[in-house]
């Protein structure tokens, strides 16, 4: 399954690369810093130019389970949600309600800017090292949840870098659908 309409609004996964999406706001998987890195964070600086640093700078950092928005820069979207999700330990650290407050500082940052789309990469379950079958179900319950409410989001997409990521959010997304349905 890779869509799922959620109280006449779409939560869509595509594999793909998040830097070329023309969506209002892409989310970044960012570090606590706002340094720019590897990975989705170091993609999206690169591809969006020296503007994105520039803003990322002035606002300093960002504790983990938080978000801060800035300009897109050279990039197709007009945002970018810089999301700083949890580094994985063993779950028991409170990685599983920082993952979920990541995914929620960031809806509601688009949110407030009466953004309509944006996509998300699958944040924490790269170099942070949080367990794909675990993260997804999470970042999906969190969106599912958030989008049942009345606001400005109608298309939330999820961009999956690789097929064992893509598999993991189908995957979730076939349950959540049917508990939803159930």
Not at 38 to 43: C, K, Q
Not at 52 to 71: F, L, N, Q, S, V
């Amino acid at each position: 399954m890779r869509r799922l309409i959620v109280n006449g609004k779409k939560i869509e996964l595509v594999e793909g690369d998040i830097i070329t999406c023309r969506v209002d706001a892409i989310a970044n998987a960012a570090n606590s810093g706002l340094r720019g890195g590897g990975g989705v964070d170091g993609a999206i600086h690169r591809a969006g130019g020296p503007a994105i640093m520039d803003e990322c700078r002035k606002i300093g950092g960002c504790p983990t389970g938080e978000a801060r928005i800035t300009t897109a820069g050279r990039l197709p979207a007009r945002y970018v949600i810089h999301a700083v999700g949890p580094i994985y330990q063993d779950g028991k650290h409170g990685e599983p309600e920082l993952l979920a407050s990541v995914y929620r500082w960031a809806l509601k940052l688009a949110e407030e800017k009466g953004l309509e789309t944006m996509a998300f990469p699958s944040i924490s379950t790269g170099v942070y090292g949080y367990p794909l079958r675990e993260a997804a179900p999470i970042a999906l319950r969190t969106v599912v949840e958030h989008l049942q409410n009345p606001g400005t989001l109608r298309s939330v997409t999820f961009v999956l870098f690789t097929h064992d990521t893509m598999d993991a959010y189908e995957t979730a997304l076939e349950e959540i659908s049917q508990s939803i349905n159930a």
